[in-house]
């Protein structure tokens, strides 16, 4: 067996263990699904989002008045279709502590990156994905996140552009 700390950087490949070993074994359908809309669907417009945020902020400074206005135009013309996906990841933490019950798993950590930056770059309110928002909070008060972050291995995507 292989852990995603002996160097193999094969994400999917990580998840995919994790969801063997911690998943509910009967739920692993719904931790695909949750899994493949998280990093397509949904991973794709807060990509793109955030893409239309950065592309003014490296632009010559007398430029960035004016892409800023282009580019936050197009982006707000995705930002339904995010409101929409944050819904059904809301959804599917009704009456769940994490995306596959009470333990975290494959769902939570591809779930995470996009919710995470959702967050740090005010794409959503926390009104329009409560139950999301609580979650990303019990994943970041989880000792193991805490850990990695101790490390060295966090990130800043509120402050770092």
């Known amino acids: 067996m292989f852990a995603p700390e002996d160097g193999d950087n094969n994400g999917s490949a990580a998840k995919t263990y994790t969801a063997r070993i911690q998943d509910d074994p009967n739920d692993w359908l719904r931790a695909e699904e949750i899994s493949s809309f998280a990093l397509t669907s949904m991973g794709l417009l807060v990509n793109f989002i955030f893409i239309m945020q950065l592309i003014p902020l490296m632009a010559p400074f007398f430029l960035r008045p004016f892409l800023g206005v282009f ?7 995705v930002q339904p279709r995010l409101k929409i996906a ?13 995306f596959g019950g009470s333990r975290l798993g494959k769902a939570d950590f591809a779930a ?9 770059r005010g794409m959503l309110t926390e009104a329009e994905g409560k139950r999301v928002w609580a979650w990303l909070e019990r994943v970041k ?5 805490k850990r990695a972050l101790g490390k060295g291995n ?3 995507w509120k402050n770092s552009f």
């Open 141 to 145: 008060a989880r000792e193991g996140w």
């Open 112 to 120: 995470e990156f996009p919710v995470a930056l959702c967050q740090a």
């Open 71 to 77: 580019f936050r135009a197009i982006a707000s013309g």
């Open 86 to 98: 944050m819904a059904f990841l809301d959804t599917q933490l009704e009456g769940r502590e994490y």
């Open 154 to 156: 966090g990130y800043d």
